[in-house]
């Protein structure tokens, strides 16, 4: 779906927290603004990502805000769902997450022009080694992820959505200063680089597989 075979921009939704919004980085830094950036330079037309996340929220207060939008059915060609963290580091009930989170993607796929083709899943990134974790003496940061992204992969496998993994890329990330925001823990926009650079070539393929 090159600019030439479309008329109109393509439009994208990002769901998530923290991550998604860029915590302590420009708007144009975050990871979907400089995704998007990637895709209009590729041939493709897409318009500035429309973001719905805020920093600390769980898989619940994403649920309650995109209740209050007036989206419409298939409203969008890309959908990215990144969330999660804050379930895990505020210690809710991971069956709370599971549940939450596949109706997440539900919503998604149906806010997607092209169902869970024009969807995609970021797994949660993974922050133990940060100066912030080490500070808070946080414990088992890594082994409780690795099962809300072995999760995440198994919901992307179900719904045939593409799921793009962090976990293993930004852990060592979480050790460099320059790849962190001010508070020494939430990524950079550097970092925010690395991450689309992990996968911008697949969505770039799923765009033109639309």
Do not use: C
Not at 87 to 101: H, I, M, V
């Amino acid at each position: 779906m090159s600019k030439s075979f479309s008329q109109e921009p393509l439009k994208y939704l990002a769901l998530g927290d923290s991550y998604t919004i860029g915590e302590q980085v420009t708007k144009e830094d975050s990871w979907p603004f400089q995704l998007t950036s990637y895709l209009n330079t590729n041939s493709f037309a897409v318009e500035d990502p429309e973001i719905i996340a805020v920093t600390g929220w769980r898989t619940d207060e994403l649920q309650d805000s995109i209740a209050v939008q007036d989206y419409k059915a298939n409203q969008f060609d890309l959908v990215s769902l990144l969330i999660g963290v804050n379930n895990q580091y505020q210690k809710k009930p991971f069956k709370q997450f599971k549940k939450e989170f596949e109706e997440l993607l539900q919503t998604a796929i149906s806010l997607s022009a092209h169902d869970e083709k024009g969807v995609f899943i970021v797994g949660i990134p993974d922050y133990s080694l940060s100066k912030f974790a080490r500070d808070e003496k946080l414990k088992r940061v890594s082994s409780r992820l690795k099962r809300y992204n072995r999760y995440i992969q198994k919901m992307s496998q179900r719904y045939g959505v593409a799921f793009y993994p962090l976990q293993k890329l930004s852990k060592p990330l979480h050790k460099d200063q320059d790849m962190l925001a001010e508070d020494l823990l939430h990524p950079s926009g550097e970092q925010y680089r690395v991450w689309v650079d992990s996968f911008k070539d697949r969505v770039v393929e799923q765009l033109n597989n639309l």
